[in-house]
């Protein structure tokens, strides 16, 4: 099975800051990676799929990138609305798996 | 809009069963794979079984498997996951999940239903 790996597990950070998040996968995945937003209470919230395609009403502040092992989500200007927990996501073969989440927090 | 509603949620005990059920509309659900995803209470996110969109293929987290069995109804736009000899450990919010088109992930996700496994 797959493990992804995600760095760091929580993180804080001021209001106009440019945030990165890290997510390993213990063998290549292509670019079979998504991130979500998740706030508490709340189901998750699809942001980026096959590791850099925005979802459709996401703002652009918000980017993926990456491929094989490696990739990141990047937020270019912390917005207030942005402090969540984040999960990337491994999707193509069974079992699919989820990172361990960072929780971004205000700083 | 895309709705996705879980129900069949509440308290149980260790070695019971429960049925979870998930009404979708306002999408053609014959046509989508769907998902099952938990959540155990302040923990990440697991991926728990699929369902191929006509229910010929399915698969499950080694975690629930040969415990679980994932289904669909197509005429009545209904996931539905049968879940029998519960763990405390299967305690957890339960999401059902659309995998959305043209390579996409989990583009629309139910509210959740908590099942709560404790004697």
């Known amino acids: 099975d797959i493990q992804m790996t995600q760095s760091p597990s929580t993180l804080s950070a001021s209001v106009g800051d440019r945030v990165t998040i890290t997510c390993r996968a213990s063998q290549s995945i292509s670019y079979w990676l998504a991130w979500y937003q998740q706030k508490p209470g709340k189901a998750p919230n699809l942001l980026i799929y096959?590791?850099?395609t925005l979802e459709s009403g996401v703002p652009s502040r918000f980017s993926g990138s990456g491929s094989g092992t490696e990739f990141t989500l990047t937020i270019s200007s912390l917005q207030p609305d942005d402090f969540a927990s984040y999960y990337c996501?491994?999707?193509?073969?069974?079992?699919?798996?989820f990172g361990q989440g960072t929780k971004v927090e205000i700083k | 809009q895309v709705q996705l509603v879980e129900s069949g949620g509440g308290v149980v005990q260790p070695g019971r069963s429960l049925r979870l059920s998930c009404a979708a509309s306002a999408f053609t659900f014959s046509t989508y794979p769907m998902h099952w995803v938990r959540q155990a209470p302040g923990k990440g996110l697991e991926w728990v079984a699929f369902i191929s969109y006509d229910g010929s293929n399915k698969y499950y987290a080694d975690s629930v498997k040969g415990r679980f069995i994932i289904s669909r109804d197509n005429s009545k736009n209904t996931l539905s996951l049968q879940m029998n000899s519960l763990r405390t450990e299967d305690t957890a919010v339960y999401y059902c999940?659309?995998?959305?088109?043209?390579?996409?992930?989990?583009?629309?996700w139910g509210q959740g239903t908590l099942v709560t496994v404790s004697s």
């Open positions: 996501q491994f999707y193509d073969s069974y079992p699919w798996t």
């Open positions: 096959k590791a850099s």
């Open positions: 999940a659309r995998r959305g088109n043209w390579g996409s992930a989990y583009d629309y």
